[in-house]
């Protein structure tokens, strides 16, 4: 390959389905969360509402995006690493948007206003976090976007965010929760494989890697899983702290 060469890439279909399943379970996890959250005349249950939101920005957003990454299969003669510290930043990015969206639906689950700025903010993190991401590749090549499809794509995630919120907060039972998370994991999944549609990956001289720690290879798979798997630790010691695990079980 030379530079100003198109890359072509493959898909691993089994880590997509993955990526569907982490976003689903995320969401069910953070949805289930936030029905404790309203605590009436304008109150938060801020316990609850860092449990939701670090499921649904941590896990079912973050989470599944780098498994969406490791499921791009590349040519062999280009490797992809990632800048370690925008990573982490791409992750906490999302998980503070996804609690001031949950904070403004939950103040009043009822107020129409509150429903549909909450879905912009919700669908925006799920944007702000995928493009973020992107920016932390490093590798020989850059991405070249198309500008109506990426808009395309953060319509997808505010649109089916807003849809998630609102049935999370008018859901009375378990398989309404089930609807919702869905629909969120439908937003976070939409709006990433329409992202990555929206680019492509031209050869460059430079890796642009500099200095900076990066993670990738073939260990970046289980890294994300393994921090996965404490970002949902942490959504159980949040949720049994606010508001007590009979709050947050589905009846």
């Known amino acids: 390959m030379n530079p100003g ?9 089994s880590l997509i389905a993955l990526s569907y399943v982490v976003a689903v379970v995320g969401s069910f996890i953070a949805l289930h969360c936030a029905r404790s959250i309203p605590q009436g005349d304008g109150r938060v249950n801020r316990l609850a509402l860092w449990a939701s939101a670090v499921a649904l920005g941590g896990g079912a957003v973050w989470y599944m995006h780098f498994i969406g990454m490791a499921a791009v299969v590349p040519p062999r003669s280009l490797a992809i690493r990632y800048d370690l510290l925008i990573t982490v930043g791409s992750m906490l990015a999302a998980i503070v948007v996804a609690a001031a969206a949950l904070f403004i639906v939950g103040r009043n689950p009822k107020n129409i206003g509150n429903l549909l700025l909450g879905g912009v903010f919700a669908g925006s993190g799920v944007a702000i ?3 973020i991401g992107m920016g932390a590749m490093r590798m020989q090549a850059v991405m070249q976007w198309n500008t109506p499809i990426v808009a395309v794509s953060v319509a997808i995630a505010i649109a089916a ?3 998630a919120l609102w049935l999370t907060f008018n859901a009375q039972s378990v398989l309404h929760r089930t609807v919702a998370a869905v629909v969120m994991g439908i937003a976070v999944c939409g709006m990433h494989y329409t992202g990555m549609y929206a680019g492509t990956f031209v050869c460059a001289a430079d890796s642009g890697a500099g200095d900076l720690p990066t993670i990738g290879g073939q260990f970046f798979p289980y890294a994300v899983a393994i921090l996965g798997a404490m970002l949902l630790a942490v959504v159980n010691i949040l949720a049994a702290r606010g508001g007590g ?3 947050l079980t589905p009846a």
């Open 5 to 13: 060469d198109i890359l072509p890439y493959d898909w691993d279909l």
């Open 129 to 131: 976090m995928h493009y």
């Open 245 to 247: 695990r009979h709050e």
């Open 161 to 163: 965010a807003t849809a």
